[in-house]
């Protein structure tokens, strides 16, 4: 059973640049042919899909973040991570990974998520 | 920018079948868009209910199953639960390897 979990910084100031990790355990993240997500959630409100990276390295993002997101994979550590620059109020949010397991179908096993604050 | 609809909320009472829709605001919904739904209780993550349309994530109860009505997608839960009381969200395939949630709908039992 693969679990997934996120970590970084709790707070990050406007402007600067939001950095998380997704720690894969239970199974090798460069094995099979899985899509490695990431998805924020801000207060109150709905979930946003921010983008993914699939095994072979391409990736995939939201079209109103793409200029500001990457998303790359570290198979050395078993981990995928998310990276948001020039950070606004706006970008506050839970965060959470995701597996695809079944491929590209929607079915993700999701870690618990963590907030990340934009603050000064 | 097509946006992804959901009803804001619903009720159903206890016992009874309740069914859920995720549309377009341009078009309509079918398979090839890949609907998958989602459920989420205050302050867990979310959970995987039922992807590709129609199949249950491992685990899920058949009281819960996925369709296309129409032009919308939709999730009906059967025989409705206490703890069925929670927010759920759709997601769908535009393409280009894009997914777009819709904005969710909270669903009360009673």
């Known amino acids: 059973q693969v679990q997934l979990q996120e970590s970084g910084p709790g707070l990050v100031k406007p402007s600067q640049t939001l950095s998380l990790t997704c720690t894969v355990s239970?199974?090798?993240?460069?094995?099979?042919?899985?899509?490695w997500s990431w998805i924020r959630q801000p207060a109150g409100k709905g979930l946003e899909w921010i983008g993914r990276?699939?095994?072979?390295?391409?990736?995939n993002y939201n079209p109103s973040l793409k200029s500001r997101v990457t998303i790359s994979v570290d198979t050395s550590k078993n981990q995928f991570s998310l990276k948001l620059s020039s950070v606004t109020a706006a970008d506050t949010a839970v965060y959470y990974c995701?597996?695809?397991?079944?491929?590209?179908?929607?079915?993700?096993?999701w870690g618990q998520g963590t907030l990340v604050t934009v603050s000064s | 920018q097509t946006v992804v609809t959901q009803e804001p909320s619903f009720s159903v009472s206890p016992g009874g079948t309740v069914t859920l829709t995720c549309g377009l605001s341009s078009g309509s919904v079918s398979t090839s868009y890949y609907p998958s739904w989602y459920q989420q209780t205050p302050g867990q993550a979310p959970r995987t209910l039922i992807y590709s349309t129609n199949t249950r994530s491992s685990g899920v109860p058949d009281r819960f199953s996925g369709s296309i009505l129409g032009d919308k997608a939709a999730l009906t839960i059967t025989g409705a639960q206490a703890d069925d009381e929670s927010d759920y969200y759709c997601?769908?395939?535009?393409?280009?390897?894009?997914?777009?949630f819709g904005g969710g709908t909270k669903l009360t039992v009673l």
């Open positions: 990276i699939y095994t072979n390295g391409r990736t």
């Open positions: 997601v769908l395939y535009m393409g280009g390897g894009i997914w777009v």
């Open positions: 995701a597996r695809d397991k079944g491929g590209d179908y929607g079915d993700y096993d």
């Open positions: 239970g199974g090798s993240i460069s094995s099979g042919s899985y899509y």
